[in-house]
């Protein structure tokens, strides 16, 4: 029995079979995340565009205030995020971060995760990085959350006792009741999930796959949530943003 | 708050078949649901979608529940004349949108 359960651990995925969960899609699914104008995700990037013009709370400025025009200044960021906050000593995502410059800058009230207006801003900023490699930044300081991203994805939890490794690294590829499993490389947050019909963010696919484990899924912005997204876009190092993505 | 993402080639030439694609964002409820106190949850949806080429009609859908929450249309037809094509979507509760787009053919 010891002997079968260390053969079923096939540990990390080498660098070069590494493949994002575009390739694993249908032919269909593909087209739908190429072609701007079929893929809904888009509808979210335009609403986000209107969101980053609009003044709001009580300091009376909009996003576009600071940062201007946001092909330019956005580009590329959300493929360093979650990104260590010095002021919190901790890694924030995304989401966090608009928030954090609402409530500190715009004064404005936190937007609620996974409402329209968060996801939308986050698709809008996230855009600007598409095709741009993910590049997370390991030092002393966001090393230890690394850790304990990368400890949550080898741990067996949930009722039925799965790590997300074992259907990641050791299983992609194959199926998942009707269902390829896929490698788990978040390129493409927020994404535009078939399933659910609508945008959703990373957090909302991980508390889906803790659920389906049945583990007590993590609250939305919860540190563990963090330090897992940190180590799933690590893991991620290198391939290129695929932002508004579009999946089964 | 409602989005159009339309794609239209903006150069063709005359005689020429263009495809046209146009998504739009659409919360819809179909009249079917009911709230949790059993109350009926009225229709929200776009009714009607027309697409005019320099003021000729050249697509027109009639929607229903249960078809779409963000209507996606692919259609075609012949470029002739250089000019505006106009696309209203109208629906319940007043919803109505329109947006343009310009063709050039040569």
């Known amino acids: 029995m010891i002997a079968l359960a260390g053969a079923s651990f096939a540990g990390e995925i080498p660098q070069a079979e590494r493949r994002s969960g575009y390739e694993l899609m249908s032919r269909e699914t593909r087209a739908m995340q190429d072609d701007d104008t079929a893929n809904p995700g888009m509808l979210a990037v335009l609403e986000g565009g209107a969101l980053w013009a609009r003044k709001t709370g009580a300091g009376g400025r909009a996003c576009a205030d600071c940062h201007g025009d946001a092909r330019a200044s956005m580009k590329g960021v959300a493929a360093h995020y979650p990104a260590y906050d010095t002021t919190l000593k901790r890694p924030v995502n995304l989401e966090q971060r608009i928030n954090l410059c609402r409530t500190e800058r715009q004064q404005s009230p936190a937007l609620a995760y996974e409402s329209r207006e968060l996801l939308a801003l986050t698709a809008y900023v996230a855009r600007q990085a598409r095709g741009l490699p993910i590049d997370i930044p390991v030092d002393a300081r966001t090393q230890p959350f690394l850790d304990r991203g990368r400890a949550a994805f080898y741990r067996r939890q949930g009722q039925l006792n799965l790590a997300c490794s074992q259907c990641h690294d050791d299983n992609w590829g194959r199926r998942l009741a009707g269902n390829t499993i896929p490698q788990a490389h978040p390129t493409g947050y927020p994404v535009y999930r078939l399933e659910w019909q609508s945008l959703g963010s990373l957090q909302r696919r991980l508390r889906n796959c803790l659920v389906g484990i049945r583990a007590e899924p993590y609250e939305y912005g919860a540190p563990e949530m963090v330090e897992l997204e940190l180590f799933l876009m690590w893991r991620a190092r290198g391939m290129a943003i695929e932002t508004p993505g579009v999946r089964p | ?106």
């Open chain 2, 1 to 106: 708050m409602a989005n159009a993402l339309i794609n239209v080639p903006d150069r063709t030439r005359r005689g020429e078949i263009v495809e046209i694609k146009t998504l739009i964002s659409h919360p819809m409820e179909t009249g079917y649901r009911r709230s949790q106190l059993g109350a009926r949850i009225p229709r929200d949806i776009i009714r009607l979608f027309v697409c005019t080429y320099n003021g000729t009609e050249v697509f027109r859908a009639e929607l229903h529940p249960a078809i779409t929450a963000n209507p996606f249309f692919v259609f075609s037809t012949v470029a002739t004349e250089s000019g505006t094509l106009t696309f209203q979507w109208t629906g319940d509760n007043g919803f109505s949108v329109t947006e343009t787009a310009a063709i050039t053919v040569d």
